[in-house]
């Protein structure tokens, strides 16, 4: 039988616990922004949904629900590195307010002419390359702001996964919403509250107190801090380890999702509610992933997080191919978003916690890429792949190469990790070793910078 002080302190960890998971949400300018995304998500989901039934309801085809999603992820392939020497360049508050508003109008104008019952698949299309080319600059400028929101580096890991958090609420919360709203009266009303819906997040960014920073170097060309920013991110192996290893995932791990209905119809045997519950089973696996990242404390060991849940997200989906029965299939969804959220927002805290502030837009830029850009070319890959050898045989090989790919990370995870360590020092995530930097500091003449 426990005693009275053994339950005071367990009740007294748990709250410290619970104060751990959500330690970002003291800054204010935070919170703002958490609350007021949390509603915006919210509506881009169900934005996200009533889309896709759109297009189907419109044409029946297969083809074009796969080129609509291409026209909203192929803009931040090209326009990326670009968006992200100007979010480099520009005040990062300003832009998202400019992009939240930009999104606002083009969910505004998708509800009009769905209500007005004149929209054309055309028209989807070109208002999602106009999304599309908002998040190139979106992407980057609200990942290189999360610095600027919690202003302690100790909770910037925590930040990141609140984010993530947040994004796969939204996740489950908004297709359900959808689902009841198109049913009831139609995509149009969708759209007209997601559009609605921005309105929170503006809110919250009208109403944050900001600390103007000033410039830190002389502009140059466009081309010119293009290119240093490339040379940066190519000229430190633990920066271009990250981004390839994101970039492969991207482009032979995450056309799943594309070829998912073929799984849910043929190999499983149900229909459109399998293939509903199929996607909230990877919703719930990446939501327990994110809010095990929040409740960590430091990011030191977030390195080896990165190498083992990629193998570990590729043999998910390896087994998954090769699953006859629905219950084995749900579990294995949910252990495969786990590990894609883990691998994701580890790599996300590591690069916005070592690169320098000056270059932050330009490396995320690089991150939106290798997350989101080359998504669109793994999905045509695999759809062309599964017509000629089949979804499991596709999925199958597409889990093996993230399996390869972490264990390729691991090899170079102690040469990294002698990179980062220097760096970690300097900012105070590992206060004994900077302690006796500067006591050496004292000793010797270190060497100039």
């Known amino acids: 039988m426990s005693s009275p002080d053994n339950n005071n302190s367990g009740r007294q960890r748990s709250k410290t616990d619970w104060r751990l998971v959500v330690r970002a949400l003291r800054h204010r300018n935070y919170r703002l922004f958490f609350g007021g995304q949390g509603i915006s998500l919210i509506g881009t989901w169900m934005t996200r949904v009533a889309t896709a039934w759109l297009v189907y309801r419109l044409t029946g085809s297969a083809f074009l629900l796969g080129l609509v999603s291409f026209a909203s992820q192929i803009p931040i392939l090209f326009l990326g590195p670009f968006a992200g020497v100007w979010v480099d360049r520009l005040n990062r508050h300003r832009v998202l307010v400019v992009t939240q508003v930009l999104s606002m109008l083009e969910s505004f104008a998708l509800a009009v002419l769905a209500l007005t019952h004149i929209i054309t698949v055309g028209e989807i299309i070109w208002l999602n390359l106009f999304q599309g080319a908002v998040n190139a600059f979106d992407m980057p400028a609200r990942q290189a702001f999360v610095i600027e929101m919690v202003e302690h580096p100790e909770d910037l890991g925590n930040a990141i996964a609140l984010n993530s958090s947040l994004v796969n609420a939204a996740r489950l919360i908004g297709p359900s919403v959808a ?52 040379n940066y991110v190519c000229g430190f192996r633990p920066i271009w380890s990250i981004l390839l290893l994101l970039a492969l995932i991207s482009l032979v791990g995450m056309p799943y999702t594309t070829l998912m209905p073929i799984f849910a119809g043929k190999i499983l045997h149900g229909g459109a509610h399998t293939l509903g519950f199929l996607m909230a089973a990877v919703g719930v696996g990446a939501l327990i992933g994110a809010v095990t990242l929040a409740a960590r404390k430091t ?116 040469a990294l990790r002698q990179l980062i360590r220097p760096i970690y020092a300097r900012i105070g995530i590992i206060p004994e070793i900077a302690e006796g930097i500067n006591a050496a500091s004292v000793l010797q003449q270190p060497p100039e910078e």
């Not at 977030?302 to 990629?310: D, H, K, Q, S």
């Not at 699953?323 to 252990?335: A, N």
Request: with cysteine.
């Open 179 to 230: 689902g009841l709203i198109i049913a009831a009266v139609g995509e149009g009303y969708c759209f007209l509250i997601d559009g609605f819906s921005y309105m929170a997040v503006i809110a919250s960014l009208l109403a944050m107190v900001i600390v103007m920073r000033h410039a830190e170097h002389k502009h140059e060309s466009v081309l010119a801090e293009l290119r240093e920013g490339w």
């Open 299 to 414: 990011v030191l060991g977030l390195g080896r997080v990165i190498p083992a849940t990629a193998a570990g997200f590729g043999a998910g989906l390896m087994a998954f191919s090769q699953s006859p029965w629905f219950w084995l299939s749900m579990v294995l969804m949910v252990g495969t978003g786990f590990c894609f959220m883990q691998q994701m927002a580890s790599s996300n805290t590591i690069l916005q916690t070592i690169v320098e502030n000056k270059k932050r837009g330009r490396v995320m830029s690089f991150y939106a890429m290798s997350f989101q850009g080359v998504a669109p070319f793994g999905s045509l890959i695999a759809g062309a792949a599964a017509s000629r050898i089949g979804a499991p045989l596709t999925l199958m090989i597409g889990g093996g190469v993230c399996i390869c790919g972490g264990a390729l990370f691991a090899l170079q995870l102690p």
